[in-house]
């Protein structure tokens, strides 16, 4: 079961996108080299992969990763940091804790926002009886041997 | 994932514009009218694709011109002057430079090159009519905030007439059907395994956006702020359901900054999105049923 923390106030998460993303995208490495750390992009200390759609790609060793950023936005410098932990190549948990970030105002989302929860639950796909899932777009092609490769690179 | 009280369907996979198709109809389609959903799609990848050679954007980003205005042309840059004004410029067709930069290119070098926002006045160098279309600057036009919504439905109005009952045109999540209702699970953005919700869709499309799979390290991803060119940072994940596939795949797009739920109500589109720390949001009446927890907030 995934347990998604939440801060008490929506993060700014540059950084957990940074974290996370990196987290997903680049195993077990050091990103600093593949991607570059130009414009404050944050570093991710060690990362794994999920691969969640297909059960025999590369593993990664169990654990709880942790990655620090930061990034500068127009008006201050943000940080965050990211935890995720990995259970058989399957991200269990996700904590971020950054910074609050500038949120709308109460009145204005009062009028365009119907509600919102702190507490996201996932639930298993396979168990919930739906026929399409919408959520990134699956890719094909080159973006994914691109991608590959960056994983065949980092991959414990 | 198969839905057993659907009826009997056949299902046509392909691969086309760089994402998995799949169009679900109640009898198996013929080659005839496989050809012509194959000729359309290539049609506007011809015209809007960035990652062609060979495409008339990639010309133009060579060689500013006016040319003759493209199918679809009007329809999507007159949405991207919407989503543009209600954004504060944030999204922008004039994009293509600023994610090539950071290594979204067309040999998918995943390099980070740096940030390169995208001209804020693109207006100035971007026009059209019915008839044609100038661009004034070595631009690069990338219609991704959109075109993939416009070109379901593109594919849904050729089968239209040509298919009986219902009909789901799925490009790698971002749909349109004819009838239903279909249950369409929303992927969490951190576990493709599961998902928030569930949002049953009857006769209109459902677009989603997330920066976590065309993404490729350290914060970098699909999913640009143009006046900074840097990746967003606030949501992980959105989705819209409107009756095109072209405005649900805006709104989704519009949900990744600020002025996205304005433009939404603006156009009666109902949607749901998640920020990268794990809270959802969703639309005033949104008939979404979500996986959430029992502190729901009421605003």
Known sequence: MIRTTTVPRPARVAAAMVGVAGVIA????????????????????????????????????????TGEGSYATPESVETITVTVTLVDDVITE?????????????????????????????????????????????TSGGFNQAIEQIKSEAAV | MSAPESPAHATWCFDAIGTSWEIETTEALGPGIRARVTECIAQFDRVWSRFREDSLVTSLARDPREVGAPADAAEMLDAFVALSAATAGAVNPLV????????????????????????????????????????????????????????????????????????????????????????????????????????????????????????????????????????????????????????????????????GVELAHGWGVEWVRMTTDGRVEWSPGCAADLFTGPDIVDV
């Open chain 1, 94 to 138: 996700v904590e971020v804790v950054g910074q609050p970030q500038k949120a709308e105002s109460k009145q204005y989302q009062g009028q365009f926002v119907g509600g919102i929860s702190e507490v996201v639950v996932g639930k298993d796909i396979d168990e919930i009886s739906v026929s399409r899932v919408a959520g990134s777009s699956l």
């Open chain 2, 96 to 259: 293509g430079r600023s994610l090539e930069s950071l290594g979204y290119d067309a040999a998918y070098s995943l390099v980070d090159r740096g940030a390169a926002p995208a001209p804020l006045e693109w207006v100035d160098q971007l026009t059209w009519t019915g008839e044609r279309m100038r661009l004034t600057a070595p631009a690069l036009i990338d219609v991704g905030a959109l075109g993939k919504g416009r070109l379901v439905d593109l594919v849904l109005a050729v089968l239209s007439p040509a298919v009986p009952g219902d009909i789901v045109v799925d490009a790698g999540g971002d749909m349109a059907l004819r009838g239903g209702p279909v249950r369409i699970g929303l992927e969490h953005p951190y576990d493709a395994r599961r998902a928030i919700g569930v949002w049953e869709v009857t006769d209109a499309a459902l677009c989603a956006s997330a920066t976590n799979r065309r993404a490729w390290g350290d914060g970098l991803h699909h999913v640009l702020d143009a006046r900074t060119g840097r990746p967003v940072t606030t949501y992980a994940a959105t989705w819209a359901v409107a009756a095109t596939a072209m405005r649900a795949d805006a709104i989704a797009t519009a949900l990744f900054f600020d002025g």
């Open chain 1, 26 to 65: 680049l195993a077990g490495c050091s990103t600093g080299g593949e991607a570059g750390d130009s414009a404050g992009a944050p570093t991710t200390d060690s990362g794994a992969s999920t691969a969640p759609s297909t059960s025999d790609a590369a593993s990664y060793a169990d654990g709880t990763y």
